[in-house]
């Protein structure tokens, strides 16, 4: 190089849209028929090779096609395929919530759209074995009366399952990402419920409405389930009363 000379430097591409190469690398594989639900990826080495990107690349649009619940990466095996239900990251949801302010009263807007209407799906869909893993749900709740977190975790099974028992998978999908978020909502206030005996009970009458194939009865009860449910979490939201007489604590001038 002569002096005085400036080398001229190659820019790297950005890796986002390195990394959406990859992925459309793996969806023309599924579409064609050439990878299938529990199928092993090849490994990272010598599928960097057939679609000519740089192992970071690929890493990234792997971790992209994780996150969007294509594949699954098993410890000291490999990456595969996703078998079963697609499941969609929670992250990405998390990230808008909190970027956009999901309010309460939107969250339960959009549970009542999916889920009222899942509920019935169950009630004509629902498998014997999906019929089970609800009754199993209700009987963990009414087990769990006393242990307001692990109600809520059963609670949220529960509505996981009954989208299960629709038998389709796109709203599988979004109210099992949606349950996620409910739950990082709910573990904060759960435990100033006030009544999860009457929650459970509610929770009993969807199941036999789904078991006995009564659709618009699982409908009116899931809807009126979560009408109730959102009454309850504003319940549990509001802050604590004061012991009459008990002044709030001035702060502390800083």
Not at 165 to 181: K, R, Y
Not at 210 to 227: G, Q, T, V
């Amino acid at each position: 190089m002569k002096k005085g000379q400036t080398a001229e430097i190659e820019r790297p591409k950005p890796v986002g849209a390195v990394g959406a190469k990859v992925v459309e690398h793996v969806r023309r594989l599924i579409e064609g028929g050439s990878l299938h639900p529990g199928d092993r990826l090849p490994a990272e080495r010598d599928l960097a090779l057939q679609i000519k990107v740089s192992r970071p690349s690929l890493r990234s649009g792997l971790r992209t096609l994780q996150a969007m619940g294509v594949i699954e990466a098993r410890q000291g095996s490999g990456t595969y395929i996703a078998d079963g239900p697609p499941k969609l990251g929670d992250g990405p949801l998390r990230f808008l919530a909190a970027l956009h302010g999901f309010t309460r009263d939107e969250m339960f807007e959009a549970r009542r759209v999916l889920e009222v209407g899942t509920a019935g799906l169950a009630a004509e869909r629902a498998t014997p074995e999906h019929i089970a893993l609800i009754a199993d749900e209700v009987t963990s709740m009414f087990a769990s009366l006393d242990d307001p977190q692990t109600f809520l975790v059963h609670d949220l099974q529960f509505h996981r399952v009954v989208a299960a028992g629709s038998g389709n998978p796109v709203l599988t999908t979004l109210i099992d990402t949606l349950a996620e978020l409910v739950f990082e909502y709910r573990r904060v206030t759960v435990e100033r419920a006030k009544d999860l005996k009457e929650s459970a009970e509610l929770h009993r009458q969807i199941y036999r409405a789904i078991k006995d194939r009564e659709a618009d009865e699982a409908r009116r009860l899931m809807s009126e389930h979560l009408s109730m449910a959102r009454q309850a979490q504003a319940s549990e939201e509001e802050p604590a009363p004061h012991n009459e007489g008990e002044r709030p604590k001035a702060r502390r001038a800083k």
